[in-house]
C-alpha cells in the first residue's frame, strides 16, 4: 500500500481531502499541520495519522520523509493570510517559499511520484 504524506492536512481543505483520500483511496493517509491541535479530529478518523510538522524546518521535512516514505505528496500548507503575512514577512517567506523549496528536495531525495 502506497503512502499518501498531506502536508498542511490540518487546514480546512486538507482535512476534507484526508477524509476523502483515508475512504476513497487505497493508500496510507499521512496529515500533516504545524500546529498539532489542528490534526485532533482527523487522529479519531479511521486509516488517518498525523504528524506535527514545521516546513519552514528543513530537518522536520526531511525526518518526516525518511519516517514515511510517501509515494505521494500533496503539500497544502502555507500562510495565506494578508495581515499575517504583511505583519511578519520573513516568517511568510520561510513557510511559503523556504518550506516548498525543502518539500521539493526532500521530494526527489526520496523519489516521490
Request: net charge negative; charged share 25%.
Amino acid at each position: 500500500m502506497s503512502t499518501c504524506l498531506v502536508i498542511g492536512g490540518g487546514g480546512f481543505i486538507g482535512k476534507h481531502l484526508c477524509r476523502l483520500l483515508a475512504t476513497e483511496a487505497e493508500c496510507r493517509v499521512v496529515a500533516t499541520d504545524v500546529a498539532a491541535e489542528q490534526l485532533k479530529n482527523l487522529e479519531k478518523a479511521d486509516g488517518i495519522e498525523t504528524y506535527s510538522l514545521d516546513v519552514s524546518d528543513q530537518k522536520e521535512v526531511v525526518e518526516a520523509f525518511k519516517l514515511f516514505l510517501p509515494q505521494k505528496v500533496i503539500h497544502l500548507a502555507g500562510l495565506m493570510g494578508l495581515r499575517e503575512c504583511a505583519a511578519d514577512p520573513v516568517k511568510c517567506l520561510d513557510v511559503n517559499i523556504m518550506g516548498l523549496q525543502y518539500i521539493l528536495d526532500a521530494c526527489e531525495k526520496y523519489k516521490v511520484e
